[in-house]
């Protein structure tokens, strides 16, 4: 197979993309983006700043993503928000489109990779669960962390934050046409890693050479 292999992973939050898209990148020996970083990184640095969210997309580097309060749930809020503005989305546009362009090929996860980012990726996967099942696990993420988590809490702002990335007339949470569904409500990350690589594998492609 010498076509270049550019896995597109979509889905809402805690339908298990980022551990699936991390997992496909090291099996397949390619580069990984995890794009919700950026929004993050926009989202967050806008907060803390003043600056407007799209020059803060305008001008962010690579530096800009190794912030861990960007993994808080307050981060990804903000990233919902200014996900939604189209100016941040297009000075967006260019690293991802550059990253997914590599010789390498490579991984990335979001909202709108199979749609818009990487239109032609030869593998889309669209992994999703039901509301219930991903607010279950953020539950039992946070409070493995510690803290004092109030379940329904965690519900109602992952249904507030779909609505959001769903809703939006920006390249809102789609599945592209050719993109293939994956519910991972019943499983774990081990088997919905076995089901990606069976299909990957299904259409040809093969772990590359070290
Ligand atoms: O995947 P995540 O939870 O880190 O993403 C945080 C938010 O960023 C998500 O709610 C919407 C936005 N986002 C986006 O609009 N487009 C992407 N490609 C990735 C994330």
């Excluded at 600056?51 to 808080?72: F, H, I, K, Y």
């Excluded at 004092?148 to 920006?170: G, T």
Aim: with cysteine.
């Amino acid at each position: 197979m010498t076509q270049r292999l550019v896995i597109a992973v979509d889905g809402p939050s805690a339908s298990g993309k980022g551990t699936l898209a991390k997992r496909l990148a090291a099996h397949f020996r390619l580069p990984h983006l995890d794009t919700g970083l950026l929004y993050r990184a926009v989202g967050w640095t806008a907060l803390q700043t003043g600056q407007p969210p799209a020059d803060v997309a305008a001008r962010l580097t690579p530096e800009d993503l190794a912030d861990p309060a960007l993994r808080s749930d307050e981060a990804g809020q903000q990233a919902s928000k200014v996900g939604a503005i189209p100016e941040v989305r297009a000075n967006l546009l260019k690293f991802q489109r550059e990253f997914s362009s590599q010789a390498s090929g490579a991984v990335l996860d979001g909202r709108d990779i199979g749609t818009v980012i990487c239109p032609d990726a030869p593998v889309k996967l669209f992994v999703t669960a039901t509301l219930q099942a991903r607010a279950e696990r953020r539950y039992q993420e946070l409070r493995a962390q510690g803290g004092d988590i109030i379940k329904p809490r965690v519900l109602a702002e992952m249904a507030e934050r779909d609505r959001r990335d769903s809703e939006r007339a920006a390249a809102p949470l789609r599945a592209a046409p050719d993109a293939w569904l994956l519910d991972t409500t019943e499983m774990d990350a081990d088997a919905a890693f076995a089901a990606a690589v069976a299909f990957i594998e299904g259409k040809g492609f093969r772990v590359a050479a070290p």
